[in-house]
C-alpha cells in the first residue's frame, strides 16, 4: 500500500513570495490534515478535510494561508505572502476512522 | 477543547534500560490515544493507538501503552532500549466521536546514551 505523498521535500524561498504545497492522501482515506511543525515543537493543525469539504480551519492563518482538497484526494496548500515565521515543516497526513494518521515525509519550507 | 501534556521535554536513559515517557490528557468526551515517534528529518510514524477495549495497549519495536482513565493519563514504556529507538515521541488525542481532530503534544526526545 503506497503511503502519503508530498512534495516538493525542501522549499526556500524570500519573505512575501508564494508557495504551494502538495499532497496526496493514502487511497480511500477520507479525512487528510495539515499540519505545521515549527522546529522543537509539536505538530500544530492548519486545517482538516473531510473528503473534499473543510471541518476544520479554526487555526489556519486566512490572511495568508489557502488550502484545497480537489475531488476528495490530491489537496494543496499555499502561501502567500510567507513571511519569516512561516519557516517550518509542514505535514500532511490521512486517516480512515479510528485508524490514526499516516503522515508524508514533510515540506521543509524555510523564508528568509 | 482537549489538550495533551507531556512534561518531559528530553530523558537521556542508558542502553538496555527501561523507558517511561509521560502523557497526560485533558478531554471532556471519550477519547482516542495515540503515540507517534519522529525520526531525524522524517515523517511521524504510528507506534500504538488506544481507541477502546483493553487498556494496555501494544505497538510496534517493543513500545506498549497503558491508559489510564481515572489519572487520564497514557505513558509509554519500553523495558529494554536500543540505541535504534533515539528519537522525539509525541503523545496525540482525539474525541471518539465527531471529525477526530488529532491534537499532539510537545513532544519528549528519547536519547538512548551506549
Known amino acids: ?112 | 477543547a482537549q489538550s495533551v501534556t507531556q512534561l518531559d521535554s528530553q530523558v537521556p536513559v542508558f542502553e538496555e534500560a527501561p523507558v517511561e515517557l509521560r502523557c497526560n490528557y485533558s478531554s471532556s468526551v471519550s477519547v482516542y490515544l495515540f503515540w507517534y515517534v519522529q525520526y531525524p528529518n522524517q515523517g511521524l510514524q504510528l507506534l500504538l493507538k488506544y481507541l477502546s477495549g483493553s487498556t494496555l495497549v501494544k505497538g510496534i519495536n517493543g513500545f506498549e501503552a497503558e491508559f489510564n482513565k481515572s489519572q487520564t493519563s497514557f505513558h509509554l514504556r519500553k523495558p529494554s532500549v536500543h540505541i535504534s529507538d533515539t528519537a522525539e515521541y509525541f503523545c496525540a488525542v482525539s474525541h471518539s466521536g465527531g471529525y477526530q481532530k488529532v491534537t499532539f503534544g510537545t513532544g519528549t526526545k528519547l536519547q538512548v546514551i551506549p
Open chain 1, 1 to 112: 500500500e503506497a503511503g502519503v505523498a508530498q512534495s516538493p521535500r525542501y522549499k526556500i524561498i524570500e519573505k512575501r513570495q508564494s508557495v504551494a504545497f502538495w499532497c496526496n492522501p493514502i487511497s480511500g482515506h477520507a479525512t487528510l490534515y495539515w499540519y505545521q511543525q515549527i522546529l522543537g515543537q509539536g505538530p500544530k493543525l492548519l486545517i482538516q478535510f473531510q473528503n473534499n469539504g473543510v471541518v476544520d480551519d479554526s487555526q489556519l492563518p486566512k490572511d495568508r494561508f489557502s488550502a484545497e482538497r480537489l475531488k476528495g484526494v490530491d489537496s494543496t496548500l499555499k502561501i502567500q505572502p510567507a513571511k519569516l515565521e512561516d519557516s517550518a515543516v509542514y505535514l500532511c497526513a490521512s486517516s480512515s476512522r479510528g485508524g490514526g494518521l499516516f503522515f508524508g515525509s514533510g515540506t521543509q519550507l524555510s523564508v528568509l
